[in-house]
């Protein structure tokens, strides 16, 4: 349990960090991502191609990140505050003007061997489209 909570804490502080290449060496090969409210995405260059199009459109830090895993270390889990910059309009979504936004977000986790082998995302996608419309 205890690698768990770590491996999940280094995954944040590397996301906050901007350091994709230390995020992404954190992931097993097959990654599944589960998109908030989208498909699953497998493999780690998946997973690479994806943060490329969100540090492209968003600049984000998550605040009040708190982890919390299965006994055995299997599974994990996470609950962050979004602070967040629309800085490039992404396709489907609102037009970006910089508009700022604050979110509630979580995550789930599957880890296998030392690595993050499955991440779910959750936020409220309604939410986020009043605050940079409005």
Same mark, same amino acid.
């Given at each position: 349990m205890e690698n768990t909570l770590a491996l999940i804490r280094e995954y944040y502080a590397a996301f906050n960090r901007g350091d994709r290449e230390s995020m992404l060496a954190l992931l097993a090969d097959?990654?599944? &991502? %589960?998109?908030?409210?989208?498909?699953?995405?497998? *493999? /780690?260059? +998946?997973?690479?191609?994806?943060?490329?199009?969100?540090?492209?459109?968003?600049?984000?830090?998550? &605040? %009040?990140?708190?982890?919390?895993?299965?006994?055995? *270390? /299997?599974? +994990?889990?996470?609950?962050?505050?979004?602070?967040?910059?629309?800085?490039?309009?992404?396709e489907g979504l609102p037009e970006a003007r910089g508009q700022r936004y604050v979110l509630p977000g979580g995550a789930f986790f599957e880890v296998r061997d030392g690595r993050i082998a499955r991440v779910s995302n959750y936020y409220n996608l309604e939410d986020w489209i009043a605050q940079v419309s409005g």
């Amino acid at each position: 349990m205890e690698n768990t909570l770590a491996l999940i804490r280094e995954y944040y502080a590397a996301f906050n960090r901007g350091d994709r290449e230390s995020m992404l060496a954190l992931l097993a090969d097959d990654v599944a &991502h %589960d998109l908030n409210q989208g498909v699953r995405e497998t *493999g /780690r260059e +998946a997973f690479r191609v994806f943060m490329q199009r969100m540090d492209r459109s968003y600049a984000e830090q998550l &605040h %009040d990140v708190v982890v919390m895993a299965s006994a055995d *270390g /299997r599974r +994990a889990a996470a609950e962050y505050v979004v602070h967040g910059t629309y800085k490039a309009s992404d396709e489907g979504l609102p037009e970006a003007r910089g508009q700022r936004y604050v979110l509630p977000g979580g995550a789930f986790f599957e880890v296998r061997d030392g690595r993050i082998a499955r991440v779910s995302n959750y936020y409220n996608l309604e939410d986020w489209i009043a605050q940079v419309s409005g």
